[in-house]
């Protein structure tokens, strides 16, 4: 059965880079969110697991892409639209942290209802583009 989940798992990586490098900037920032509420529930189990490395580990991915939507605002030409997304990146990252310092599940909530409410936006805009 392992020999399946590293198979499966090479699929998906090559699925998703064959997806990104075909994707708009929409799409590119819709996965990035897709990708953040996937790490996002690894979290929230592996809190409720008290399995603290792996819980270490997807807030680091976490972290990384919010820290990777946040490199690609520019933020002189995108006026208040980039300053808001830039605070809300911000906002989630550190309540993330503060969630993992604390190993609060609660405090995750708030975090995938903002990046899910991105996510919508960045939908809206993306179909509105084509």
Known sequence: ???FDV???????NNTQAQAATADPHKLVVMLIDGFLDEMAR???HMKADRFKHK???I?????ILSGLDSALDLQQGGQ???NLHNLYEYCAQ?????SVDNNTSKLASITHVMEDLREGWLLIGSKAN
């Open 81 to 83: 639209v980039a300053d």
């Open 60 to 64: 680091s991915k976490c972290i990384d």
């Open 1 to 3: 059965m392992q020999e």
């Open 95 to 99: 309540t993330l942290f503060q969630a």
């Open 43 to 45: 979290v929230e189990g």
């Open 7 to 13: 198979g499966l798992a090479a699929y998906q990586q």
């Open 56 to 58: 270490g580990k997807s």
